[in-house]
């Protein structure tokens, strides 16, 4: 039988995975309404992070209500307050998502990304898809292997930042400054959400290995 | 006679202070780099956020051991718990600084900032500085009206990163277009630094509320 403790685990486990998905989801969309000029998919991602929010909020009642009535020390103790950063950096993944969103809708009915820049901004998305996508699965599948390989992936998202950078700052860009100021800060979003994608994994690791520790 | 726990509180206090100070410096040094292209300067501020990320870890230290051996409850751990999450957020103006020093060593010889943008991004600068050292001086004098002050100068944050925008994507601007790129990029910096410093002041407000409740 489980006990009390483990039950918050479980709950506080799912309640992160289920984050990992909505930023995953989120980021797509803004992305998705980034490249079609499509202004409904924008409102999503707002009521998406809502439920971000909501999450982070829940976790943190959560984790303040285990501390005080279980009281937890040692290893417990320290997934616990592990478990409430992941959550709070998670949230910021829902916010640069947002970021991206409002771009598409300040450039509405204009796409804001030109056809020069397209390929790039989408490949960064689709990296940053796979960063919290894999970070998803680490908590759900306890896989630690994986946490090695968002690094690499990551290095590809920073490289696809230089592309765009070289791109926007050449003289004869066939773009005006505001798509180059833009997309400059897009790079920045996407390459910003893989990071906290690559920390959320890292302190997955440590939070998962505490878990198996407890159930070895 | 202080007990254990209110020792604690003085020291998790200090060390925030020590923080907010710390972080002031660094963005101010940040800025005096890049308005002078000193690149000696640059390393300072590198130098600096290296004792930020230490006296995060401090704190996160002194937070998880109190709560395992005093195990407090109610207003105690969420005092604890807020603690730890405004020396998270001072951590992250430090990189900021750091980014902002990046970026006047990257140009340097050059200056970063042509003549037409200095006057703004010095403004965004002073202000950035006053938010951060109103949050220190909140903590120390325990003012709470203080807090309501803090997003009125923000806004005058908000206000300077306009009229920066609006100068970079001007297409008779009379800086190339990597300079545009790096205002934009700068005036975010700024910006953030900002948010950051309100959103700790807001956090301080409820951890100086709940030492004034323990205390009376």
New interface residues.
């Given amino acids: 039988m489980r006990d009390a403790f483990h039950e918050v685990l479980d709950q506080l486990t799912d309640d992160l995975v289920e984050m990992t998905r909505l930023a995953a989801s989120s980021m797509s969309r803004a992305t998705n309404a980034l490249l079609d000029a499509d202004l409904e998919l924008t409102q999503t991602v707002i009521s998406a992070d809502e439920q971000l929010d909501a999450l982070e909020k829940k976790i943190?009642l959560v984790?303040?209500d285990t501390?005080?009535r279980q009281?937890p020390?040692?290893t417990d103790?320290?997934i616990i307050?592990t478990a409430?950063?992941m959550a709070?950096s998670i949230e910021r993944m829902g916010d640069l998502a947002v970021h991206v969103a409002k771009v598409a809708r300040l450039r509405y009915p204009e796409a804001a990304v030109p056809p020069e820049a397209r390929a790039s901004i989408l490949e960064m998305a689709q990296v940053a898809n796979k960063l919290i996508t894999q970070v998803g699965g680490i908590i759900t599948t306890k896989d630690m292997d994986a946490v090695n390989t968002l690094d690499l992936t990551d290095d590809r998202l920073d490289a696809l930042h230089r592309e765009i950078?070289n791109l926007?700052?050449?003289?004869n860009?066939p773009h005006?400054?505001?798509t180059?100021?833009d997309l400059?800060?897009l790079a920045?979003y996407y390459e910003r959400f893989g990071d906290h994608a690559v920390s959320v994994g890292e302190q997955m690791q440590y939070l998962v290995t505490g878990i198996i520790e407890q159930r070895a």
Same sequence: chains 1, 2.
């Fill in positions: 943190n984790a303040v501390l005080a009281q020390v040692a103790l320290r307050v409430l950063r709070a950078y926007i700052t050449s003289e860009a005006d400054r505001k180059s100021i400059a800060l920045r």
